[in-house]
């Protein structure tokens, strides 16, 4: 068994750009997850699972996102040994991999019960609830009014562009495809989005790579605002410092994109995996690790209205055109000037 | 052989044969016209998405540029589970833009099917024509989708229009059944009437209220069963009416040759021959009286349980015979048939009748009961008729050989005739002891104790 | 003896007349119904021969006329029916006894000869039980009023019983009253065979016969 697993991990060496690996229980039978959710924060939910299955090792790999897609792109194309189960936060990508007719299906009561915003096809089921939030330190804002909105927040950096000075901080949607997500998601949604660009073009805002990075800037008070700052990384930083919004004009929800791809040798198992993943108990405790927000009004002070879930649909598709994908890039790029990045 | 399927039966299977035939037809073309408005309302969201994004070609630096418009999949979203293929191709193919570089799509203009990446799918081919000054030729856009969308409303479609047809086709057969049941309605109760009639019953069948079809058959048989009662009360009436006009005027004429012989004083052979013919024609009006009731009687009158020792008791009773010496056998326990007395009683007294006239002194008159068969008997002390003889006794109207001028022979036929009625036969034995002929009937367990 | 023969039959009726002249007995000839009644008016007859079937009616009805009118002048029917029912119903009129065409002249005298006796009979000794009358001199018995079609052996058993009237009579006792008929044999089976004869006459009168088993059979009135 450990042979085998040897070979798998060198099978897969040459292409090996994971970022981590870990493994659950010791089992007879293998079965391999590729996501791109940190192995800290999910952990508790595969340990769980690892322990219903005792027939099973878990291995736990982790990916940044356009390496799992060209990795799972590569397996589709019959390249290399599939992955059991792919989990991703770019599901522009994972529809893109169903679309190609790179996953199989699946149904059940709990997959059937998903709202039609998280699931494709019966081949792609949306497991996290994330919202896209605005982060910020609290000390910079004590005793003032904190930017409720998209709006507020324009208000507020026109209103005193030079307290926001390059203190403003975003993801790059270059380097990361959750951050091209969103701000393909906000250009769909608004025409804010153009406005909100040139605001933070205005007061010289920072696009960088990482949520550690960024949430640990606004902890430190580098940056009193972080815009579209994945909610559940703001909760499991546990930063007392960081406060979060979740913008009242419109609130993005990503949910976590979960495929088996059609190779899958454990398509079983996965199918075990994802029922098990939807039930009220791994909701509890990826809810815990804040991968599942709660949507509680009275909680979050957001309207249902405000809501946008990004649809698992074929519409992410045209975020992944190279031609659009360019124009936005560039006017990202026209946006944020080149060198701001630390 | 089979069993040929009642009309009812016939009636309802042709009507659900062509509502079934009907119901298939009718199936298809929803089916057909499902699919068809399927087809065309998404082929209209694939042509406007197509569209949609040959409006959203320019031309940029010499090139055309893609600028996809969210729109357009927006449009496609409509049907939410299919997959998508689009592909943007510029003069001679060249690909300006797709969504997957390794789906190749053999394009033609205008709608078409293909498999898309191993599934049935539909596509588009849009042609937008460019002439400008730094780029001038066709771009096509090729717009492709699943079918999924189109099969889940072609199958509501159908589904929603055959519901209500479904319903109508049962509603049909339902009525169809109550329908064919009262139209036979009529046929059934005369059926039930004939089945229920006593065969001897020929009365006609009311054929008030009936329809017209039926009219017809039923006057035909009340005809012909008219026409066969009239017959057979002719029969029966001509030989009883006969017996009867005959009596009067045989009478006479015995009287009147007893008187003439009377009044003459030497001894005539002609007058006492004269005398010995009328006296057996009266005998032989008898016999032929006997035999009508006999087969009116057989085939009318309803069968009783009969203590075969009554019927041999009733044989001594019933006439005298002067200076014969005649026994009657029979046992204590009763020996019962299921018969008609009288019939029974007739067939007793001639066989008596032809022991008297043709046996030898003693007779023996008996019933008993030999396992399952019942017998009535008559035994005389003579040799029995020749056995050719016998073989042609009992033919109607056959005269036996040694009858002479006292017998016609009709009594043993009324013997066989009531054997034959009752399900019995003439069993006929000769030994050193005389001649037994014996009325055998199929014996009936005594109810009466 | 005067006897009335109605009988539309010409030539059988005078050689009937004929005979019974010359075996001493007047025989007055009627054809018709109503010369019938013209000859009762004027003529009192000790017995009447009456044909059933005559031009103008039924000799039935002429006999009903008669028993309605108390008369009990013997009837001897003569007719061309022969049937059981017809036989029945002739004594069920009145009639006192029948006699089918064609017939013996000498047993028609004999029968006429016995009728009259029994007429005369029935003013000497005769046993009542209940509605049965018993004439003890030639065996005949008479229910309710109507004349009992008895066999002879009926007859002769019937006599037996009705003298012992309250006994129980031996099987073996009513079989020795059968001796006289040389003729013919009928066994002790039979007694019972006839007891159940009689018994189906006096069905739904107020006589009946009992049965002892082991003991024998008794005459008397229906118990209930």
């Not at chain 2, 012989?261 to 005539?268: G, L, V």
């Not at chain 2, 050719?388 to 009594?411: K, M, Q, Y």
Request: glycine residues 8%; contains cysteine.
């Amino acid at each position: 068994m450990l042979k085998w697993l040897t070979l798998l991990i060198c099978l897969s060496a040459p292409a090996l750009s994971q970022e981590a690996v870990a493994r659950f229980g010791s089992g007879p039978t293998p079965f391999l997850i590729r996501s791109t959710t940190d192995i800290a924060i999910i952990r508790p939910v595969i340990d769980r699972f690892a322990e219903l299955r005792p027939d099973l090792t878990v291995t736990y790999e982790q990916w940044g996102s356009n390496a799992l897609f060209a990795r799972s792109r590569a397996e589709c194309r019959g390249e290399g040994t599939p992955a059991d189960a792919v989990l991703s936060s770019a599901v522009q990508q994972m529809v893109w991999l169903v679309n190609a007719a790179c996953a199989q299906p699946h149904r059940s009561a709990v997959t059937a019960a998903l709202p039609d915003t998280r699931r494709w096809r019966d081949e792609l089921w949306g497991i996290t609830l994330e919202p896209a939030a605005i982060a910020y330190n609290r000390a910079a804002f004590a005793g003032a009014e904190v930017p409720r909105s998209r709006f507020a927040l324009l208000d507020a950096l026109r209103a005193d562009p030079d307290r926001y000075r390059n203190r403003i901080a975003t993801y790059d949607i270059a380097a990361s495809g959750l951050g091209f997500l969103f701000a393909f998601s906000d250009s769909n949604e608004a025409t804010t989005f153009g406005a909100l660009l040139e605001g933070f073009a205005r007061v010289d805002a920072v696009a960088t790579c990482c949520s550690a990075e960024i949430i640990a800037g606004v902890a430190e008070g580098r940056y009193i605002v972080a815009y579209n700052v994945l909610g559940s990384y703001v909760a499991s930083a546990a930063r007392p410092e960081v406060g979060m919004i979740l913008p009242e004009d419109y609130t993005l929800i990503l949910s976590r994109a979960y495929m088996i791809p059609r190779g899958a040798v454990q398509a079983a198992s996965a199918k075990a995996l994802l029922d098990y993943l939807l039930t009220p108990e791994a909701q509890g405790l990826l809810e815990q690790a804040g991968l599942v927000a709660s949507m509680d009004v009275t909680e979050t002070g957001l309207a249902p209205s405000a809501r946008r879930s990004i649809a698992l649909s074929p519409s992410l598709l045209v975020g992944l055109d190279q031609t659009r994908r360019n124009l936005l890039l560039e006017f990202w790029a026209d946006t944020f000037a080149p060198g701001d990045v630390p | 052989m089979a069993r040929p399927r009642a009309l009812a039966t016939r009636v309802l299977w042709a009507v659900l044969t062509i509502l079934v035939l009907g119901g298939v037809l009718v199936a298809a073309s929803t089916w057909w016209n499902g699919r068809q408005a399927a087809r065309q309302s998404y082929d209209r969201i694939l042509l406007g998405a197509a569209n949609d994004i040959a409006e959203s070609i320019r031309i940029q630096n010499g090139a055309p540029l893609v600028v996809l418009p969210v729109s357009a999949f927006e449009l496609l979203a409509q049907a939410p589970e299919d997959r998508i293929h689009y592909e943007v191709r510029g003069p001679g193919g060249t690909r300006i833009t797709g969504i997957d570089t390794d789906t190749l799509i053999a394009a033609q203009p205008g709608f078409f099917d293909a498999t898309l990446n191993g599934e049935p799918a539909r596509f588009v081919q849009v042609t937008r024509r460019f002439v400008e000054r730094d780029f001038s030729g066709p771009v096509d856009v090729i717009v492709g989708q699943t079918l999924r969308a189109r099969q889940a409303m072609a199958l509501t479609l159908s589904r929603d229009a055959l519901w209500p047809m479904a319903l109508a086709g049962l509603a049909l057969v339902l009525i169809a059944w109550a329908v064919v049941r009262r139209a036979l309605a009529p046929l059934d109760a005369i059926t039930a009437d004939l089945a229920a009639r006593d065969p001897y019953d020929l009365t006609a069948i009311p054929t008030d209220d009936l329809p017209h079809e039926l009219q017809v058959p039923l006057t035909a048989l009340n005809r012909f069963m008219a026409r066969l009662e009239g017959q057979l009360d002719a029969m029966r009436n001509l030989i009883s009416d006969t017996a009867h006009q005959l009596r009067t005027p045989v009478a006479a004429i015995r009287v009147q040759a007893e008187a003439a012989q009377a009044e003459s004083d030497r001894p005539s052979r002609a007058l006492d021959r004269l005398l010995g013919r009328t006296r057996s024609l009266g005998t032989l009006l008898d016999q032929l009286l006997s035999r009508a009731l006999v087969v009116h009687r057989t085939d009318s009158a309803p069968r009783r349980v009969v203590d075969l020792r009554e019927i041999a008791l009733e044989m001594i009773e019933r006439d005298d015979h002067p200076g014969l010496s005649i026994r009657l056998e029979i046992g204590e326990d009763p020996v019962t048939v299921r018969a008609d007395a009288f019939s029974l009683g007739e067939a007793g007294r001639n066989l008596l009748g032809n022991a008297v006239r043709h046996g030898q002194s003693p007779i023996t008159i008996g019933a008993d009961r030999i396992g399952p068969e019942a017998r009535l008997w008559v035994r005389d002390s003579g040799p029995g008729p020749a056995p050719a003889v016998r073989d042609r006794l009992g033919t109607r109207f056959n005269r036996s050989a040694g009858s002479g001028e006292t017998s016609a022979g009709i009594g043993l036929s009324i013997v066989h005739a009531v054997a034959a009625a009752f399900g019995g036969r003439l069993d006929m034995t000769a030994d050193e002891t005389g001649f037994t002929i014996a009325l055998v009937l199929p014996g009936e367990e005594d109810r009466t104790c | 003896m005067r006897i009335l023969m109605v009988e539309d039959a010409v030539d059988l009726a005078e050689g009937v007349v004929a005979h019974l002249g010359r075996a001493g007995l007047t025989c007055d000839l009627a054809e018709t119904l109503e010369a019938a009644r013209d000859c009762r008016a004027v003529q009192r007859y000790d017995a009447i021969i009456l044909d059933i079937n005559l031009p103008d009616g039924s000799g039935l009805d002429l006999l009903r006329e008669m028993r309605a009118s108390a008369d009990r002048t013997p009837v001897l029917m003569l007719t061309a029916l022969a049937e059981v029912d017809d036989r029945v119903e002739a004594l069920d009129q009145g009639a006192d006894d029948y006699l089918g065409k064609p017939f013996d002249q000498r047993e028609l005298e004999a029968r006429l000869r016995a009728l009259v006796r029994r007429d005369a009979a029935r003013k000497e000794e005769v046993i009542t039980l209940g509605s049965l009358t018993y004439v003890l001199k030639d065996r005949s018995a008479q229910l309710g009023g109507r004349q009992l079609d008895l066999t002879r052996r009926e007859a002769a058993m019937l006599d037996v019983l009705i003298r012992h009237r309250g006994q129980y009579i031996s099987k073996a006792r009513l079989y020795d009253s059968l001796y006289g008929f040389d003729d013919a044999d009928v066994g002790v089976n039979a007694i019972e065979l006839y007891i159940a004869r009689l018994r189906k006459r006096f069905a739904g009168s107020d006589v009946a016969i009992a049965t002892q088993r082991g003991v024998g059979y008794r005459i008397g009135p229906a118990d209930g």
